[in-house]
């Protein structure tokens, strides 16, 4: 027996009696005994229900007794797994047959308590007790074990079918039915469809009855079912792997199609330089098939110093995962330099490692003698803009001194002879000095027209509302003689050339007061905030313009009304033009004919 200390519960309704077991249990040198000693039936009960015992010495003289079988089976209904051993005053053969057979573990006489055969039915019992609490651990453990087993089983996110020798299904989980896409009762007791072929994994395809395909993986191996001889198959869903696989053969083969396509040249290497990889072109330029190609190096191709250069430009980029670019001079065969264009990029893995490199070779020969080509004709072009802006100004500047000498003498002419003139000679000389003043007006506007970039202020932070403000007060005679109401919103502050972005707003207001009907002028100057630019506006409700001429009003000299009906020279919306391309922005318009037009332009949010 083990060292335990064993809790026995004696229940004698005679004290004497129930001293003299507890004395005798006390004697037993193998037990080490927790006595407690009740004297009735129901206190046994409550005692039981407050602690467990581990041996119950019961005798049947209690007041409360129900008799044998039925003390016994209540007793043993309460506490089934507790041994129960029976006091009798005397050996009474059939009294002991009712109590054995009513469930009790052995009985003891009273008269015998002395002789070791009391101390040998007290161990017997114990030790058959510890050899069923084994076993029912054992059971316990057992159960609990194939509990988890098929647990695992049940659900398992695999299929999981036990077929029989005679190929029925004897049980399937609930994974098993998802991939056939049928009830339990479907499955059971029918036969299984597919080989069962216990060497290695199979791919199979399930056709649901929707008319849908799944790709399964199935393994079969052999084991017992509840005694039987069976097959145990393991089913797992893969149709997403195997569409993977589809998905990357396309993308390879998509990925090949593409470079074999490209006008350019394309090799990948791996990590100690070796191609693993070439397209027809670099073949074709190398002068080898792709399988004398594969597994070499640049050292196999190129001069020592070539390519020791390209290796180290590889390992630069598997070193420090940067891409790499760079314009390299190449000799072909026949002697002529050719310039090409290399780029060279990691290749990484599913654990974004970088396992290679990719290059790509594209001769840009063409395409930079086209970029020489467009940078001599961009010179060539600035050279002639400065050239013809030079001349422009010259030309106004000095056109204005004859101008003002052929004015100065019809001015003479009117105030000597004025009065002996007749009355054609006098619209003669009106038509000549109108014709003068016209002249003038125009090289002003030309002189204004270059002066915006060859004479322009460097661009500052300006304030739009104080720029605003001259220029109305700049217009303030053409504003109350035309009655015109001029709003505005808030105005930011810009970086911009403060007398050229007056003379811009200047011109839109003046041009919205000029072209207008016999209603009041109204006129707004707006503002919105963009990401990167500041937009005003300059809306009226004047004459409108109509849309096919939207294009054409920037240009110089563009006139869409003759000078009785609007004067001026068609020059003021060009100047506009060239004042917002100075600053980095451009102008649009908006218009409805009848309703007015706006006016739109940006200035870039920029700091000096």
């Not at 396309?250 to 100690?272: G, I």
């Not at 011109?507 to 963009?530: D, F, M, Q, W």
């Not at 630019?533 to 004047?542: A, C, L, P, Q, S």
Request: hydrophobic share 40%; with cysteine.
């Amino acid at each position: 027996m083990s060292d335990q200390i064993y809790r026995t519960l004696i229940v004698e309704g005679r004290r004497e009696n129930a001293r003299a077991i507890a004395e005798r249990l006390e004697l037993c040198p193998a037990l080490e005994c927790e006595i407690t000693i009740v004297e009735t039936f129901e206190k046994c009960l409550d005692e039981l229900s407050k602690e467990a015992a581990d041996l119950i010495l019961l005798s049947l003289t209690l007041p409360d007794a129900k008799g044998v079988r039925k003390t016994l089976f209540e007793l043993l209904t309460k506490v089934p797994q507790i041994p129960v051993l029976v006091i009798m005053d005397e050996d009474e053969p059939e009294l002991t047959r009712r109590v054995l057979s009513a469930g009790a573990q052995d009985v003891v006489l009273l008269e015998h308590l002395e002789a070791t055969s009391f101390e040998r039915a007290v161990l017997h019992a114990m030790a058959r007790q510890e050899g069923l609490a084994d076993l029912s651990r054992f059971a316990r453990e057992l159960q609990a074990s194939e509990g988890r087993v098929r647990s695992i089983i049940r659900n398992s996110r695999d299929g999981i079918v036990v077929v029989d020798k005679s190929e029925t299904v004897r049980y399937c989980n609930a994974s098993a039915w998802s991939l056939f896409g049928r009830q339990r009762e479907e499955l059971i007791d029918h036969p299984f469809q597919f080989a069962l072929d216990t060497e290695g994994t199979h791919r199979i395809e399930i056709e649901r009855e929707e008319g849908e395909t799944v790709q399964v993986e199935l393994s079969v191996s052999e084991f017992d079912w509840e005694g039987q001889p069976s097959f145990l198959v393991q089913m797992r869903d893969i149709t997403e792997r195997v569409n993977a696989e589809i998905a990357l053969k396309d993308s390879e083969a998509l990925y090949h199609s593409m470079v074999e396509t490209l006008p350019m040249q394309v090799f990948r290497k791996n990590l100690t330089g070796r191609f693993t990889f070439a397209n027809d072109r670099l073949c074709e330029s190398l002068g080898f098939p792709l399988e004398e190609i594969l597994g070499k190096t640049d050292l196999d191709f190129s001069p020592p110093d070539l390519a020791e250069k390209y290796i180290g430009d590889d390992l630069r980029v598997m070193q420090t995962g940067k891409h790499f670019e760079d314009i390299e001079e190449w000799e072909r065969p026949d002697g002529r330099r050719i310039a090409i264009q290399v780029l060279k990029t990691p290749i990484y893995d599913s654990q974004n490692r970088i396992v290679g490199i990719q290059g790509f070779f594209l001769d840009v020969t063409e395409r930079q003698r086209a970029q020489e080509a467009l940078r001599e004709t961009a010179q060539k072009l600035a050279e002639s803009n400065q050239m013809l802006k030079e001349f422009a100004y010259v030309i106004s500047h000095d056109l204005q001194e004859p101008l003002r000498a052929v004015s100065s003498y019809l001015d003479l002419l009117k105030n000597r002879i004025g009065d002996d003139l007749d009355e054609k000679s006098q619209m003669y000389v009106d038509m000549a000095t109108d014709g003068a003043v016209r002249m003038r007006a125009l090289i002003q506007d030309l002189l204004r027209l270059s002066r915006v970039e060859t004479k322009g202020k460097p661009l500052e932070p300006a304030d739009t509302s104080e720029i605003l403000r001259r220029a109305l007060a700049s217009l303030r005679v053409a504003i109350e003689e035309s009655g015109a109401k001029v709003t505005h919103d808030e105005m930011p502050t810009v970086v911009a050339d403060t007398t050229q972005l007056q003379q811009l707003l200047q011109n839109l207001i003046s041009n919205a007061i000029k072209y207008r009907e016999e209603r009041t002028p109204e006129i707004h100057v707006g503002v919105k905030a963009g990401a990167a630019t500041w937009e005003f506006y300059v809306r009226d409700n004047g004459i409108g313009i109509e849309e096919k001429f939207k294009s054409r009003i920037f240009g110089i000299f563009e006139r869409l009304h003759t000078r009785q009906e609007y004067p001026g020279n068609g020059i003021g919306l060009a100047i506009c033009k060239k004042i917002v391309e100075r600053h980095g922005g451009i102008i649009w318009l908006d218009s409805i004919v009848g309703e007015g037009s706006t006016f739109h332009f940006t200035l870039p949010k920029q700091t000096v």
